[in-house]
């Protein structure tokens, strides 16, 4: 039996992910951290409303036996590279951090497809620099999910990712299997399962193969 934290669980592939775990009864507790109190309620899940900027240290809820990590957002959304840098990568750090120190031995992330330290491109750098910094916290077992184009109707409307859907939809059964679009609920399919298997050791999950 498990206890799990979801982090981002009000995007896209974080709801999936709420879904898949309430409704698995292999996990008892799914304790959900959000800005905003969340609307659902159910017999298993902890909603703690917080501020991500500040996360309190030693909180009860932190003691969970594994984290799923769906936080994400785009430079325009957050209107700078460094407020992008601080979703991306320092939230989900932080979260790494005191979960661990409470005692987690399991953490799974949503990264990006092309994510690399050495990238010339800020949004895959930032990615890259979440995945080694991660890798560095001491859990157990940490699973990285390298997604392409996401799949699936987001709360807010992005263009030029939208747009892009588009083309890939279209282009799709001539596109290796690694550019074409990966439907949200797989990718939290495979963030759950990692979460839940802990694997020993750092897993990274391409996205041919979600």
């Not at 799923?68 to 992008?84: D, E, P, R, W």
């Not at 990692?194 to 897993?203: D, K, N, T, V």
């Amino acid at each position: 039996m498990k206890t799990l934290l979801i982090a981002g669980a009000t995007g896209l592939v974080g709801r999936a992910v709420l879904r898949l775990a309430l409704a698995n009864p292999a996990i008892v507790r799914v304790v959900v951290p959000t800005r905003r109190a969340l609307e659902i309620r159910h017999e298993k899940l902890v909603n703690p409303v917080v501020d991500f900027e500040a996360l309190p240290v030693g909180a009860e809820w932190w003691r969970v036996d594994a984290v799923v990590c769906t936080l994400g957002t785009t430079i325009k959304k957050a209107g700078s590279q460094a407020a992008f840098r601080q979703v991306d990568h320092d939230h989900p750090l932080a979260v790494a951090r005191l979960a661990r120190a409470a005692g987690a031995q399991a953490y799974a992330l949503t990264s990006s497809m092309g994510a690399n330290v050495k990238s010339p491109t800020f949004y895959l750098r930032t990615k890259g620099e979440t995945e080694r910094d991660l890798a560095a916290v001491g859990l157990p077992s940490v699973t990285v999910v390298r997604p392409s184009l996401i799949g699936g109707e987001r709360a807010e409307r992005r263009w030029g990712e939208a747009l892009g859907l588009r083309l890939f939809r279209a282009l799709g059964p001539v596109l290796p299997r690694r550019y074409r679009i990966v439907p949200a609920e797989r990718i939290a399919a495979r963030l759950l399962a990692s979460a839940i298997s802990a694997r020993p050791g750092l897993q990274i999950v391409e996205s041919e193969a979600i």
